[in-house]
């Protein structure tokens, strides 16, 4: 959402703040709910930072002119995700909010869009057993750090935030809301995961994706990538 504020503010004749106030407008977005059967009262749990974060389809819109409202710009938004979700059956026992959640996450860390089905069967197999999902996208996100700034902090990593899956309390838990746009392949992965025994996932700094099944086989690749000198470090 930050992102998407910044390009409207940039693109048109709206400002960042009128981005937010829309989005912090009560009666605005229960109209959304009204209006887009995929969008629920999920949206309006008081733990989310913006209601439609994850909803707004991310694609290229043309609009004529820059006096374009915000509304207007979020309904072609929404107009394109609920046409994407016609085509997409969620996961048998998961809402379309967890569906898009889910997305989200397998969004931020697969850059390589080939991984993302396996990224998901990850989060899904920890989910199964009870395990924390242990996202480090999830806490950038929950301390509004954007990636690549730098490191968190230990501090960050082990305090409770209902989006931070490396905190405490999360255990076989998603974040409470998405944390990014989804793309399309992104809430396909979500939808239609592959089928894995795998627990665990890390990207090397050219973003490749290896899988394994348990701590120890993870552990090993971090020590093989960072001997290999494929371990991403922080400037």
Not at 15 to 27: A, G, P, Q, R, Y
Not at 60 to 72: A, H, I, L, M, R
Not at 93 to 117: C, P, Y
Not at 175 to 200: C, H, R, W
């Amino acid at each position: 959402i930050r992102w998407i504020a910044n390009k409207i503010e940039e693109c048109t004749n709206n400002t960042k703040e009128d981005v937010f106030n829309l989005l912090e407008d009560e009666e605005y977005i229960q109209s959304v709910i009204e209006q887009y059967s995929f969008i629920t009262d999920e949206i309006k749990n008081k733990d989310i930072y913006y209601p439609l974060e994850g909803y707004l389809f991310p694609d290229t819109y043309y609009f004529n002119g820059k006096d374009v409202t915000v509304k207007e710009i979020f309904k072609a938004m929404l107009d394109k995700m609920e046409t994407v979700l016609l085509n997409i059956k969620a996961k048998e026992g998961l809402t379309t909010h967890e569906l898009l959640t889910m997305a989200s996450v397998v969004e931020l860390e697969g850059k390589n869009k080939e991984a993302r089905k396996d990224i998901a069967s990850v989060l899904y197999n920890r989910i199964a057993k009870n395990i924390s999902l242990g996202s480090d996208v999830t806490t950038y996100y929950a301390y509004g750090i954007d990636m690549g700034d730098r490191d968190l902090k230990k501090s960050e990593l082990n305090s409770y935030n209902p989006y931070n899956t490396r905190g405490p309390k999360m255990a076989g838990k998603l974040p409470v809301g998405p944390i990014a746009s989804p793309s399309l392949s992104s809430i396909q992965a979500a939808a239609e995961p592959n089928d894995t025994q795998y627990l665990f996932f890390v990207a090397d700094k050219n973003g490749k994706v290896y899988f394994t099944k348990n701590n120890s086989e993870h552990e090993q690749m971090i020590l093989k990538l960072k001997s290999q000198g494929l371990w991403y470090v922080y400037e």
